[in-house]
């Protein structure tokens, strides 16, 4: 008699799912498939997906996307933070949580410039047209996409910083780089702009002016692990969303373009309504596809802007902290069948027989009918605690607690000390193209001679060098190119 013997086959392995990672302790509700352990973690795929947070000030909401940058980071994912508020508590907070998570490459703006500037002449002007208000006249945003083409389309590549830009909206640069028969469209349209240019460019002046090479730096997406770019509302007021306007769309560039392969990214974004963008739903689904998941974040439903139902719509999870307008949120929780009690009273139809018998009180009766109302009603979320909230996502809600992220007073201090340093290298200044020709100097040697001065002499002199920039830091004001003094052209 054999004994017993394992069998050869092998069996195949017990596969166990990836570990997830927490977002905080579970209150109820009836997402029960995210419960590990009385948590409620959230698994990778769905941080791949689009989110939505919104919360009033001071009920945890920034803690909450901190604690969401964690999860990604802990998930191999890069992360994004772009903060429309500017806050330097906020970036604190994110570098320290982020040193000490062991991120290396952590990228830091305002501290460092970011270069604006990667891409070929098409990336560049969606990123340029991106800036200008939707609520601009189609005739003058016609107007504008004609010079911005003609500036970054010209022979000889596309500008790599803000003064090449600059520079290029001039008449007379235009027509020097679109020089020959070969470019006959293109001197078509600067005649017919040729009335206009000089406005036109004023926006982009003001614009550059104001974000003193915020856009000129060394580092873009896909230099860190980890990069916060902090816009300061208060003080740059219209070019803080004109500048975030144009960080995100050159997000989509990069998840696009120049992402690596398989690399997973998560982009933040405080204050979306202030971004005031059109065609969200096109943008987020290009975002996905290219693996890159957004998650919008706003202090109401109406601060999401005029695309909220849309940004809705396009997110996987939504988190509700206290709000006093949660209702087209809570929606997508769906509705309940709930028991509804109610007394009917009910009186004797019949008359007393002697009027000294004495009043029967009249009977009640209870009832009980079904009726549906809200699975996450709206009372119960606008009078959340702090650190609370309500989270749904697939028709199914949650209420949890969620755990702050634990930062070292050491490292935090250190964090303090280093956001708000001031670049290393102050920005150029941006000075008006080298003058080549000097055939313009001729009414100051008329003016010489009428004073007694010898006219060969001041003829056989070489013209005088143009001074060379500054190197001082950036003035506050950015001179742009005059026609009047300078026709020359320029090189590329």
């Known amino acids: 008699m054999s004994s017993l013997q394992p069998s050869s086959i092998s069996q195949p392995p017990i596969v166990q799912p990836p570990p997830t990672e927490p977002l905080g302790l579970s209150l109820g509700g009836d997402l029960y498939e995210w419960l590990r352990g009385g948590q409620l973690c959230l698994p990778p795929e769905e941080m791949w997906r689009h989110g939505t947070v919104v919360g009033e000030p001071g009920y945890g909401k920034t803690m909450t996307l901190l604690r969401l940058v964690t999860i990604a980071v802990r998930y191999g994912m890069q992360v994004i933070f772009l903060d429309l508020k500017g806050s330097q508590k906020t970036a604190a907070q994110f570098v320290a949580a982020m040193h000490m998570l062991g991120v290396e490459r952590i990228a830091v703006s305002p501290k460092l410039a970011y270069d604006g500037w990667r891409g070929d002449a098409n990336a560049l ?83 550059f002016d104001g974000v003193a090479g915020g856009l000129d730096g060394a580092f873009a997406y896909e230099d860190a692990d980890a990069v916060y770019i902090g816009l300061d509302g208060d003080a740059l007021k219209e070019q803080a969303v004109g500048m975030a306007r144009y960080l995100l769309e050159d997000a989509a560039h990069y ?108 009977s009640r009766r209870t009832t009980v009918h079904m009726q549906r109302q809200y699975a996450v009603p709206i009372e119960d979320v606008q009078q959340l605690a702090l650190g609370t909230i309500a989270l749904i996502t697939g028709g199914l809600h949650a209420w949890v607690q969620v755990y702050p992220v634990a930062l070292p007073e050491d490292l935090l201090r250190v964090a303090t000390a280093f956001v708000p340093a001031p670049p290393e290298e102050p920005s150029a200044p941006i000075v008006p193209p080298p003058t080549r020709v000097a055939s313009k100097k001729a009414p100051r040697r008329t003016q010489a001679a009428a004073e007694g001065k010898d006219q060969q002499s001041q ?17 506050a004001s950015r001179p742009r190119p005059a026609a009047e003094e300078d026709d020359s052209p320029v090189d590329f």
Not at 274 to 286: D, K, M, P, R
């Open 459 to 475: 003829e056989a002199k070489p013209p005088e060098p143009v001074p060379a920039p500054p190197s001082s830091p950036a003035p």
């Open 125 to 207: 002007y969606n990123r340029l047209m991106a800036m200008i208000d939707p609520g601009t006249h189609p005739y003058y945003r016609r107007i504008t996409s004609a010079l911005v083409s003609l500036a970054v389309n010209a022979p000889g590549g596309p500008p790599r910083n803000s003064q090449e830009f600059l520079a290029r909206l001039d008449e007379k640069w235009l027509k020097y780089a679109y020089a020959g028969k070969v470019h006959w469209y293109a001197q078509r349209k600067i005649r017919k702009l040729s009335e206009h240019i000089f406005e036109t460019s004023l926006t982009y002046d003001g614009f």
């Open 255 to 362: 998840a696009k373009h120049r992402k690596a392969p398989g690399v997973r990214a998560l982009c933040i974004i405080d204050e979306f309504g202030a971004l005031g963008i059109s065609n969200v739903a096109g943008l987020y689904e290009h975002m996905r596809e290219a693996g890159l998941s957004m998650w919008a974040s706003a202090q109401s439903y109406a601060g999401l802007g005029s695309e909220r139902d849309k940004v809705l719509a396009a997110s996987s999870i939504k988190i509700l902290h206290r709000c006093g307008d949660p209702e087209e949120l809570i929606k997508f929780a769906g509705q309940r069948e709930v028991p509804a009690f109610s007394q009917v009273i009910e009186e004797e139809g019949e008359t007393r027989p002697l009027l000294a018998e004495p009043a029967r009180a009249p």
